[in-house]
T-cell receptor, first 120, second 109 residues
Framework: DSGVTQTPKHLITATGQRVTLRCSPR?????VYWYQQSLDQGLQFLIQ???????AKGNILERFSAQQFPDLHSELNLSSLELGDSALYFC???????????????????FGAGSRLTVL | DAKTTQPPSMDCAEGRAANLPCNHS???????VYWYRQIHSQGPQYIIH???NNETNEMASLIITEDRKSSTLILPHATLRDTAVYYC??????????FGTGTRLQVFP
């Protein structure tokens, strides 16, 4: 158990629907990261939040959105689902402040077990 | 991110040392080298990171060349459970990790 909790573990839904994936970071971690892993595309960075604020954006579609709440848990909302959205979605958290690279420090991410989304 | 180059696949006999190379010739400043691995469909797992000096922890050793342009991850006594994809990552001016294609390590009996 990494300490990062993701729910649900598995989710099956239909095209056009909307789902919400939830992530609880490790205790004390302020940063949350979301990644998508499709069968043929490897791990793709989607978005990062730090203490409730968006800090970095990657290849996140406009149909997707995320937020981090005051209790630091995060949700990834996927809407107007398409077959190609079927993937593993991973959440990661880190203890360091956002922008730690500016201080040339190290930033270690801890990943959750993932949520497997199947769109039929 | 600073570009890293890893062999796509490697084999290793169980009980032997697995040496996974990574080239990061464009590394600059005080950028860290991170190693993660992903066992089939599980979440990526942090292994080790280093800056200039060689590092060792309970999982592995990391050897970084003096010019920092390459590194080697060493699993001293590989087991079947070490079969995974290993990622070498050098974040450049960012906190986020960008995963490449990594090295698929197959440990065989």
């Amino acid at each position: 158990d990494s300490g990062v909790t993701q729910t649900p573990k598995h989710l099956i839904t239909a095209t056009g629907q909307r789902v919400t994936l939830r992530c609880s970071p490790r205790s004390g971690d302020l940063s949350v990261y979301w990644y998508q892993q499709s069968l043929d595309q490897g791990l793709q960075f989607l978005i990062q939040y730090y203490n409730g604020e968006e800090r970095a954006k990657g290849n996140i579609l406009e149909r997707f959105s995320a937020q981090q709440f005051p209790d630091l848990h995060s949700e990834l909302n996927l809407s107007s689902l398409e077959l190609g959205d079927s993937a593993l979605y991973f959440c990661a958290s880190s203890a360091t402040e956002a922008g730690v690279w500016k201080s040339r420090g190290a930033n270690v991410l801890t990943f959750g077990a993932g949520s497997r989304l199947t769109v039929l | 991110d600073a570009k890293t180059t890893q062999p796509p696949s490697m084999d290793c006999a169980e009980g032997r040392a697995a040496n996974l190379p990574c080239n990061h010739s464009t590394i600059s400043g005080n950028e860290y080298v991170y190693w993660y691995r992903q066992i089939h469909s599980q979440g990526p797992q942090y292994i080790i990171h280093g800056l200039k000096n060689n590092e060792t922890n309970e999982m592995a050793s990391l050897i970084i060349t003096e010019d920092r342009k390459s590194s080697t991850l060493i699993l001293p006594h590989a087991t079947l459970r070490d079969t995974a994809v290993y990622y070498c990552i050098v974040p450049h001016n960012t906190d986020k990790l960008i995963f490449g294609t990594g090295t698929r390590l197959q440990v065989f009996p």
